[in-house]
């Protein structure tokens, strides 16, 4: 399968944090969450895929191109969205557009007119004046409108009302219809994703976790749920991370196969939600720090 | 590169709307060579700052530029609006004082406005323009401790120096003046690229 994005042990330092040697790979067709607490290089990471960022160490490579020679041939075919207003505040959509289109060779006014009906945008109206989630919508159709092959949300729900965050997921649905586009995106919302994610990369302190198809991590984790009686040191390591009281223990295992044949009928096992993953592998990656 | 220009003189239309006539109106009285640099700064920066903020460095920055591009939109598109004040203070001495402007005030403005500009936009790549009037300030604050410590009659030799300037006949000077000037913006380019280059958003 072909990969739109590779990061390739990817270092970059600031003042208190670091992403510490971070590959990432993002297939083509699929739509990738990327998923990770506050504060934990998501953002970086994104600004490190569109530039706005150079590593210190490591490559980036988008379309297989390089941005030291392909710069604008590749920005040409990514839409981004920011979780920000990054459009000048006192303008109009309209005014916004005819800045934004000639940058683009395969500028669609029918589409932007399309989707500036669909989301009821104003044209005429100054972008101050926008509310999050308009100002979402503004950013989602400039992004949209130029038939790129690969779309950038950095939290693109954030914010936002939930029926609005319903119709952008089935608005992100349909554009994978084709299977040529690849959208990649940034969220601390995942019941978002339940709704559209093939794959999901996790990252954790600018650490990469692990990249899994959505399905995978359903058949592969498990909360498990028994007495305390049955966590000794062997089985401790059985686990992601265990939380005890005294009533009993609830962990997460990434093998459910092995739990079920080590404790049978002796614990219960439920399926994990994505927050249950990210809460338990935290707890984990800090036990062993 | 063309359409980041074209940006610049759509976002600064609402100031040039203003200025324009003002500029106009002011060429009735006074000399049109501090109004005219006066003018150019004032437009040229201004054009500099609505581009400053983060945002709309992330918003530049994503679009199919590359940084170089960026930079070299805002020392080209400070040329045309030089020009553009140029040529309405051309247009306006015609028509209000019925007289050619001197070719040699003209070449003097365009002069000083690229030197301050070749000075400005470097360190406002670094700082942000809004620490260039503090910048200023403490030229000038050093300016008037030198007019008045060590040489009290600077002022003086300074209006003489422009007035001997454009007496002289030379032409061979004046191209030597604008190589100079020409070779100072250029290397200011340059410096503003690797400057912004670095930058991060």
Not at chain 1, 228 to 244: G, Q
Not at chain 2, 86 to 98: C, M, R
Not at chain 2, 176 to 196: E, P, Q
Request: glycine share 6%; net charge neutral; proline share 2%.
């Amino acid at each position: 399968m072909e990969n739109v994005i590779e990061l390739q042990h990817i270092q970059k330092s600031f003042d208190g944090f670091q992403l510490k040697d971070l590959s990432l790979t993002v297939k083509k067709g699929f739509v990738t969450g990327f998923i990770g607490g506050n504060g934990v290089g998501k953002s970086t990471t994104i600004k490190l895929i569109m530039n706005l960022l150079q590593p210190d160490n490591g490559t980036v490579s988008i379309f297989g191109l390089n941005y030291k020679e392909h710069e604008k041939e590749i920005k040409q075919r990514i839409g981004f969205v920011f979780d920000e207003n990054i459009f000048y505040e006192n303008l109009t959509l309209a005014e916004m557009k005819k800045i934004i289109k000639p940058a683009y060779k395969n500028w669609d006014d029918n589409l932007f007119a399309q989707y500036v009906k669909t989301f009821e945008l104003p044209l005429n109206k100054k972008i101050k004046t926008f509310s999050k989630g308009m100002m979402m919508k503004a950013s989602l159709t400039m992004a949209l409108s130029h038939h790129a092959e690969l779309i950038i949300m950095d939290e693109p729900t954030s914010g936002l009302d939930p029926i609005f965050r319903r119709e952008l997921l089935d608005i992100l649905h349909d554009l994978m219809q084709d299977g040529e586009k690849t959208i990649f995106f940034s969220t601390h919302i995942t019941t978002d994703l339940d709704r559209i994610a093939d794959y999901i990369t996790f990252i954790h302190k600018g650490e990469h976790l692990f990249t899994k198809e959505f399905y995978k991590i359903e058949e592969e984790y498990a909360i498990v749920k028994g007495g305390n009686e049955l966590l000794d040191r062997d089985t401790e390591r059985e686990f992601v991370s265990i939380r005890k009281s005294n009533h009993g223990f609830e962990a997460l295992t990434a093998n459910k196969k092995r739990i079920e044949n080590i404790f049978g009928e002796m614990v219960m096992l439920e399926k994990p939600t994505l927050e249950d993953i990210m809460f338990y592998t935290k707890k984990g990656a800090e036990q062993y720090v | 590169m063309f359409n980041l220009i074209r940006k610049d003189i759509v976002l600064v239309k609402p100031t040039l709307m203003i200025m324009l006539p003002i500029l106009v109106l002011s060429l009735f009285q006074g000399p049109s060579i501090y109004i005219g640099f006066l003018f150019s700064i004032a437009i040229i920066m201004s054009a500099f700052a609505s581009d400053e903020k983060t945002s709309i460095n992330t918003l530049l920055n994503s679009l199919p530029y590359t940084r170089k591009e960026i930079v070299s939109s805002k020392y080209i598109g400070a040329f045309i609006f030089l020009s553009l004040v140029v040529f309405t203070i051309f247009i306006g001495n015609l028509v209000i004082h019925k007289e050619i402007t001197i070719w040699k005030e003209i070449l003097f403005i365009v002069c000083l406005v690229m030197v301050t500009i070749s000075l400005f936009f470097p360190f406002s790549y670094k700082f942000k323009s809004q620490y260039l009037l503090i910048g200023t300030l403490v030229l000038f604050v050093l300016y008037l401790t030198v007019v008045n410590f060590i040489f009290q009659n600077i002022n003086d030799k300074i209006r003489e120096f422009v007035g001997m300037l454009l007496a002289l006949q030379s032409s061979q000077l004046y191209l030597l003046v604008g190589f100079i000037v020409t070779a100072l913006y250029v290397c200011s380019w340059l410096l503003s690229i690797r400057i912004y280059s670095k930058k991060i958003f």
